[in-house]
């Protein structure tokens, strides 16, 4: 039977402006980097995806290379979306991006155009999509100029394959010098992607204020840690977490009786809030304005519709911000 979205789903969500953009975003956005690939179940993918669209999440963010294998998230998303979404592709954000190792050879990883463009052209086919609305350089190459990977996300633009430039894991300079370069070059960076949660506290050393300053928005991605913020862990590793699974990229050994401990504070704290911890995690973030939306990863709708109630209270006293500082030092 033919999947027909939920029609009260534009009333559920809070749409936030991409900084000095057209566009808005769902407060909570999917991203498909773990269970999405071909070692996943797809009847979970599909269930995923239509729980997300229901509940008024636009935006779907993908990389050339989310699996595993690499491009067998794209690949997957593209099926369900032809099959089952095609009628609503202009209601949805669809992202991908370009900068880790995608295939051997001096050409398949970084930000050379070459790279970049083949990469897009790939993520294309793969979906089966004429263009993406975000196309992203995944982190900065140490060695290309910069201009090079900007004029390629700006070529991106102008061909049509792509309707925005963002960037992501650019530290603040390089942030301040690459939106200077797109905005010569008539393409506006529209938004930065930092890793970014209550247990990893770069972006608020310049970075946030950069993307003010410039008008840009701001995705947090992993917000939940990888699922450390959340009540999972406190007793141990659940079989096929994260942290269990070879392919996952949170590690066993990251999962310290020191972090369980501050962990554990928080979550009594999230209880006093009325909240699960993961709610009250995605809250601490969405109380910063210039937060456009948090990038949350799900395997299970369960998860999904646990982390959207963070929508209900995102106001926090200076009392309880405190809180969480001082539970963050134990
Ligand atoms: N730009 C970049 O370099 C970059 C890097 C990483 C990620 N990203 C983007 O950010 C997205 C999100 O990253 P992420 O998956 O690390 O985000 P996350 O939201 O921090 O972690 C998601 C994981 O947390 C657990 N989880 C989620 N909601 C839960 C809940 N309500 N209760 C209990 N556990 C819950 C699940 O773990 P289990 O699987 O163990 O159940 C889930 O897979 C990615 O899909 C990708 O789009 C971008």
Request: charged share 25%.
């Amino acid at each position: 039977m033919n999947y027909l979205p939920s029609t009260e789903r534009y009333e559920q969500m809070k749409y936030r402006r991409c900084g000095l953009s057209g566009i808005k975003l769902p407060a909570v956005s999917l991203g498909l980097w773990h269970n999405f690939g071909h070692v996943d179940n797809k009847d979970e993918i599909r269930e995923i995806l239509f729980a997300a669209f229901d509940a008024g999440i636009t935006h779907f963010d993908l990389a050339n290379n989310y699996g595993p294998p690499p491009g067998s998230a794209e690949e997957n998303f593209g099926k369900i979306l032809n099959a089952d979404f095609v009628s609503y592709r202009d209601e949805m954000i669809i992202s991908t991006k370009a900068g880790y190792l995608m295939w051997p050879g001096p050409y398949g990883d970084f930000g050379s155009r070459k790279y970049m463009i083949s990469s897009l052209d790939q993520s294309l086919r793969r979906m089966g999509i004429d263009y993406v609305d975000i196309f992203y350089h995944h982190r900065p190459d140490p060695e290309t100029p910069l201009e090079e990977s900007m004029m390629a996300l700006d070529h991106a633009v102008r061909s049509g394959k792509a309707l925005y430039a963002g960037i992501s894991n650019y530290p603040p300079e390089r942030t301040r010098e690459a939106a200077a370069i797109l905005k010569s070059l008539g393409t506006p960076c529209l938004i930065h992607q930092p890793k970014y949660s209550m247990l990893v506290r770069d972006p608020e050393d310049g970075l946030l204020s950069v993307l003010e300053e410039e008008g840009i928005g701001c995705i947090p991605f992993s917000p939940l840690a990888q699922g450390l913020l959340t009540e999972k862990y406190l007793q141990g590793i659940p079989e096929g977490s994260r942290a269990d699974k070879s392919h996952g990229f949170l590690k066993k050994h990251q999962i310290t009786p020191e972090l369980i401990k501050r962990i554990s504070g928080l979550n009594e704290m999230a209880k006093e809030r009325g909240q699960s911890l993961a709610q009250m995690s995605l809250s601490w973030l969405l109380k910063d304005s210039r937060v456009t939306s948090v990038l949350i990863g799900a395997s299970s709708v369960n998860q999904l519709h646990d982390s959207l109630g963070s929508l209900e209270n995102i106001e926090f006293s200076r009392e309880e911000l405190d809180k969480i500082e001082n539970l963050l030092k134990i």
